[in-house]
């Protein structure tokens, strides 16, 4: 697919989308990252919830508009995009430093990639959660052409406080985490904030957008925002039977999806951890995303203390 399918085959497209994201035919999606009229004039600090520094992460998932999305590009559109990435990591790496890991064995014939690392290198990286899996081992991302040509045009950058991560190539072709352990989650959304500024401001650099769906995705389900900003609490008391069950009876109500903290389809921490996020994606703002997970965490501490009396 190329990013403007959406609109060439809207007849198509804008039921699946709007039956899955619960949008009417004169929804429109609305891109706002202001959150100074959120919590403390945008400092969203979990300790006044009463809780200690949680592991929090926002990423979202970015396409170029200069390129097709990702299953349809062959092993020559794939090298082209991954060069087109590098002043847009120069310029972030003069701020945070880091290192890109390149895949891609060449950059055509005869040509070095002065970023590519060896398997055991690559091995270590997925072992500590920086790098992502072989794709092409996925039936999925195969069947779909989102894994042709691996590992060509695949890779990824990590700052050197490791708080930020950029996978460039994988479903999406870019997927740009901003994540610390920590008491403010404005701190990792406006990092984020500023990676993405950092990568529009580079000469023929733009995402990918939809003037009705916002930012467009490999995935529908992901269109809009692309965002996913969640935290890992402790909700020991919810999770004395040791499933997730009572939580996701108190999170769906408020719009949180629940998970493992190994991502989904994995189980909850031994001592109740679990991974909480906002589910919705399209046709809600990105300061409403944050807002959300703020108001959740608040919302399910409360069921928390209460579950604790029974």
Not at 130 to 155: C, H, Q, T
């Amino acid at each position: 697919m190329k990013p403007a399918d959406f609109e060439t085959f809207a007849p198509f497209f804008d039921k699946i989308i709007l039956d899955y994201h619960q949008g009417s035919p004169s929804s429109v999606h609305v891109t706002d990252w202001d959150i100074s009229r959120i919590g403390n004039k945008g400092v969203l600090d979990v300790t006044l919830l009463g809780l200690p520094e949680l592991s929090m992460r926002v990423r979202v998932g970015r396409n170029l508009a200069a390129f097709n999305l990702p299953g349809l590009m062959d092993r020559e559109e794939r090298i082209r995009f991954e060069k087109a990435l590098l002043p847009a990591f120069d310029k972030i790496k003069a701020q945070l430093g880091g290192t890109v890991y390149s895949l891609s064995p060449d950059w055509g014939p005869g040509v070095t990639n002065p970023n590519l690392i060896d398997d055991a290198k690559y091995n270590a990286l997925v072992k500590a959660h920086v790098m992502f899996k072989d794709m092409d081992a996925d039936p999925y991302l195969k069947s779909a052409g989102i894994s042709a040509d691996w590992p060509y045009g695949r890779g990824c950058w990590q700052s050197d406080d490791k708080e930020c991560i950029i996978w460039f190539g994988e479903e999406d072709q870019l997927r740009i985490m901003s994540m610390k352990k920590g008491s403010c989650l404005n701190e990792v959304f406006n990092k984020l904030k500023f990676l993405l500024d950092t990568f529009e401001s580079i000469d023929g650099i733009a995402f990918a957008k939809s003037k009705k769906y916002g930012y467009v995705t490999s995935c529908p389900s992901n269109m809009g925002t692309g965002m996913r900003a969640s935290v890992h609490v402790k909700v020991p008391n919810l999770t004395a039977d040791g499933t997730d069950k009572k939580a996701k009876e108190i999170c769906k109500p408020l719009g949180l999806s629940v998970r493992g903290t190994g991502g989904e389809h994995t189980p909850i921490g031994a001592d109740g951890t679990i991974d909480i996020s906002p589910s919705s994606r399209l046709f809600i703002k990105e300061s409403e995303i944050i807002a959300k997970l703020y108001q959740g965490i608040k919302d399910l501490m409360a069921a928390e203390k209460a579950a604790a009396k029974k």
